[in-house]
């Protein structure tokens, strides 16, 4: 192979280190995905802003968990290893809601399954303990993030310590995590401790625990026992995290758990555009590694895609995206957003449209607080929820500008929205909606009204009763003048704690009455840290009052099937798979699955 083209990627075999005339690397970055050279990858993305910082890095992706020689490809790093389970929570990539083992692993070539092991990040961090006896060992991405405090595991059934005390990494690095991981590596470069890193959690040592004394500006949350014994800590847990989300004013928090302390450092705050530009222009090959014959199937999805904003501004009960990204929304630039669709236009793949240009929603870039002070001191969970906050800019300018931007440079046909249309600001934003409908659907819209029921969807964190309605009727008027024929995509969840079967047979019926048919409804999934999960294995909001949950699969399968009906003539297109409330497609292009 030609000396360029084993220097393009991020080294993953020792010819590709030799080319670069390295004869080590200082950091071994491990991943549960296939390696793909695209920022929408997380572990590729922090290897590329600590390579771009001048570290000599290298990346093992999808390694033999059950042998430690398989991270010795490069020999022993210098100063460490970061360890991250990939896209997505290891438990969610492998099972299904129904707790049966998925029969596709998008993230892996050919989409094959049991390249990933079950709680990765715990399996990798030991792994590379064993390697490389005495190295510093740092878990990051999704799965850490949702997994960093005392939580519920779905899967197992069973409340779980932070995964930095079952993994016995070092350090956890949680949120959006290229900043951290510089500083982190820079520290160790320097034989500096890992102390008071924002964006970081601690498991203290014995005497270190006995000697801690927490300050004015410390929260204690409830310990692991507690959270064992207590049927409603983990609430009490959650409404005091969610309390210290935002990166201005929170505070530490603490936890004890099996007798030491589990220390947690504010969240870091957000990029700015210009270091959002900078890292997301990296000189990515936007490919699967060279190394692989099979097709990588999330790949394949967001290849045509452009990802120009980051953070979620809902704070949906049951998704973690605002966990790890945070709600804090930050836009790319036009200018740096032109120049990514200048190179995917290069690429040989290309063929004139640009498949998307989003993040967590489709219609949600631009939007910036108008007093940016006033956001630093503002403990909402939510800018959107229960009502528009009146600090919240949700302008339709920016996009519409992009969009027209995007679509007359030269080789792009056609330039689409498919990353879910949050209906609530789509009502806010008439001329914008409009152009996107008219200009920007590829055949069909994805939304997520999740429930058609009103106090359901309060329970949800999202939306009022009436908006799906009101959207769809804008939608066919729009159509109809155009003489269009597209059609909407919506999801909707099933046993979402505290919905009745009464509640959702109100969306049963809109669905028959409408002649609509939805191939997968996504059954409810209690993702760690949200507050869905807590409201599931509480059995109660967060004032206490008790609410209803269907747990076992038998409870749950009344209302799963309800949705599942068999298609009937003449009805709409049946809706993709879905996985937490948005398509596949969404999910991976939201980038709540980064580092």
Known sequence: ???????????????????????????????????????????????????????????????????????????????GCGVSAGNLDSMLKIYTAGRRARKEDMYSPGGKVGMCPPHASVVYAQLAKRAFPGIPVVIGGVEASLRRLA??????????????VDSKADLLCYGMGELTMLEIFDRLRRGENLCGIRGTCRYLGGRESAEFSPSEG?????????????????????VAV??????????????????????????????????????????????????????????EMIKDSIT???????????????????????????????RSAEKLSRQPFFRGCISDVGGAAGNIYGHAPRDPQKCKMCKRHSCIFPALCPNYNA????????????????????????????????????????????????????????????????????GKAGEFER???????????????????????????????????????????????????????????????AMYCAECLPDGTPITVNKGLAQRRAQRDMLHKTPKKNAEPRAPDSTCAHSKKNFLRARGHKK
Not at 151 to 164: A, C, E, G
Not at 414 to 435: H, W, Y
Request: contains cysteine.
């Open 151 to 164: 939580h519920y595991d779905y899967w197992q059934d069973k409340m779980r310590p932070s995964i930095l």
């Open 395 to 462: 302008d339709e300018i920016p996009l519409e500008k992009l969009l027209d931007a995007l679509s007359s440079l030269d080789n792009v046909r056609r330039v689409f929205i498919n990353s879910g249309i949050r209906l609530d600001l789509a009502l806010m934003q008439p001329r914008l909606t409009e152009k996107i409908i008219r200009r920007h659907v590829s055949g069909q819209i994805s939304v997520a009204p999740e429930h058609l029921d009103g106090r359901v969807l309060k329970l949800m964190r999202k």
């Open 471 to 533: 959207f769809r009727s804008i939608f066919e008027r729009i159509n109809s003048k155009s003489g269009k024929k597209q059609y909407i995509v919506p999801y909707f969840i099933s046993n979402f704690p505290g919905c009745t079967d009464e509640e959702m047979q109100l969306v049963e019926d809109y669905l028959a009455k409408s002649n609509w048919n939805v191939r997968q409804v996504q059954d409810f999934i209690p993702l760690p840290m949200t507050m869905g999960c």
């Open 218 to 238: 410390c929260v204690q949350l409830p310990s692991f026992e507690e959270i064992v014994g207590q049927k409603d800590a983990i609430m009490r847990q959650t």
């Open 1 to 79: 192979m030609r000396h360029d083209a084993l220097t393009k990627f991020v080294p993953s075999t020792r010819e590709e280190m030799r080319a670069r005339g390295w004869d080590g690397v200082d950091i071994l970055i491990v991943t549960g995905d296939a390696h793909v050279d695209h920022p929408s990858f997380g572990p590729v993305l922090i290897a590329r802003v600590l390579l771009d910082a001048g570290y000599r890095v290298g990346i093992i992706s999808q390694p033999d968990w059950k042998n430690p020689e398989s991270l010795k490809i490069f020999g022993r790093p210098l100063l």
């Open 242 to 299: 969610e309390a210290e989300m935002n990166p201005w004013n929170a505070r530490r928090l603490f936890q004890s758990t099996n007798g030491r302390i589990l220390l947690v450092e504010p969240p870091r705050p957000p990029l700015t555009t210009a270091q959002l530009d900078h890292f997301s222009e990296l000189p990515f090959t936007m490919l699967p590694h060279w190394s692989y014959s099979e097709k990588i199937p999330a790949w």
């Open 308 to 338: 120009v904003v980051r953070g979620c501004p809902g704070g949906c009960a049951f998704c973690g995206l605002g966990v790890h990204q945070g709600k804090n929304i930050i836009s790319r630039s036009p200018e740096s957003v032109l």
